[in-house]
């Protein structure tokens, strides 16, 4: 259900369905990006470091926590622009394997001078399937008042 910017509030948290990171998309992320690290796309180079094993790029989690957040409907129809992405941190790596899922609190929210549009601050919580957290951070965006939908 779309959440206009009357709809939200300080506190309300929003949980995304899971995600399941595939060597697929860590193959196509490193093609998109050309990001070809071989801590992330070889697997013997990847058996010598600290985790033993490939790790997923840092900012191929950072794009699918939007992708979540957009499957959960919330902010689908309602959003205008992302604003920024403020203090985000990798704090666990995410491996081949992992299922993610994202939670989103909403932690400000304030009216645009305009009236038309608000500005939600969100903090974003990425976890694997062990509850483990492995990303956080803000990730504001500017969403529409319900008056200015219609």
């Known amino acids: 259900m ?5 709809d939200l509030e300080v506190g309300q948290v929003f949980v995304s369905p899971g995600k399941t990171v595939t060597e697929t998309d860590v193959v196509m992320f490193a093609a998109l990006t050309n990001d070809n690290n071989p801590v992330h796309t070889d697997i013997e180079f990847a058996a010598g470091t600290r985790y033993g094993q490939r790790v997923v790029h840092g900012l191929f989690g950072t794009s699918l926590s939007l992708g979540l957040i957009a499957r959960t409907g919330v902010f689908e129809g309602s959003a205008v622009a992302l604003l920024g992405i403020d203090a985000w941190r990798f704090v666990g790596p995410v491996f ?17 001078s305009k009236g038309d549009t608000g500005v939600v601050e969100r903090l974003v919580s990425l976890h694997n399937q062990r509850g483990e957290l492995v990303q956080q951070g803000r990730l504001d965006l500017l969403v529409l008042t319900r008056s200015a939908a219609v």
């Open 2 to 6: 779309v959440h206009y910017f009357d």
């Open 96 to 112: 081949i394997g992992d299922t993610l899922t994202c939670t989103v609190e909403i932690v400000g929210t304030r009216l645009t």
